[in-house]
């Protein structure tokens, strides 16, 4: 059994800074990609940010330059620091990530969400 549990969103007025975790526990062999997502009322979930285990990111065009992910693939943790938030970037935000498992010596491959970290910016 795979889980990812988020943490760190909250209540923040504009211009100010959150940082959110992602610590993936369970049987892990390995994790492949690691991303962040957020959803606002009305709207489809949209990626924020991707990140390699080499370390490779991405970044959706509407946080490139405040937002920074990275990632403890010792701790199998991925983070997501926003800073200069805006109002626009209220949203539920959550984790997401590709993670091998092992079975009777076979790998296995499956994608996994979070719960989601609500995520409000006041303006």
């Known amino acids: 059994q795979v889980q990812l549990v988020e943490s760190g969103g909250g209540l923040v007025q504009a211009g100010g800074s959150l940082r959110l975790s992602c610590a993936a526990s369970?049987?892990?062999?390995?994790?492949?990609?690691m991303g962040w997502y957020r959803q606002a009322p009305g709207n489809q979930r949209e990626l924020v940010a991707g990140?390699?285990?080499?370390?490779?990111?991405n970044y959706a065009d509407s946080v490139k330059g405040r937002f920074t992910i990275s990632r403890d693939n010792a701790k199998n943790t991925v983070y997501l620091q926003m800073n200069s938030l805006k109002p626009e970037d209220t949203a539920v935000y959550y984790c997401?990530?590709?993670?091998?498992?092992?079975?009777?010596?076979?790998?296995?491959?499956?994608?996994?969400w979070g719960q989601g970290t609500q995520v409000t910016v006041s303006s």
């Open positions: 369970g049987s892990i062999f390995s994790i492949n990609a």
């Open positions: 990140i390699s285990r080499g370390g490779n990111a």
């Open positions: 997401n990530a590709d993670i091998l498992y092992r079975v009777l010596s076979r790998t296995y491959e499956n994608n996994y």
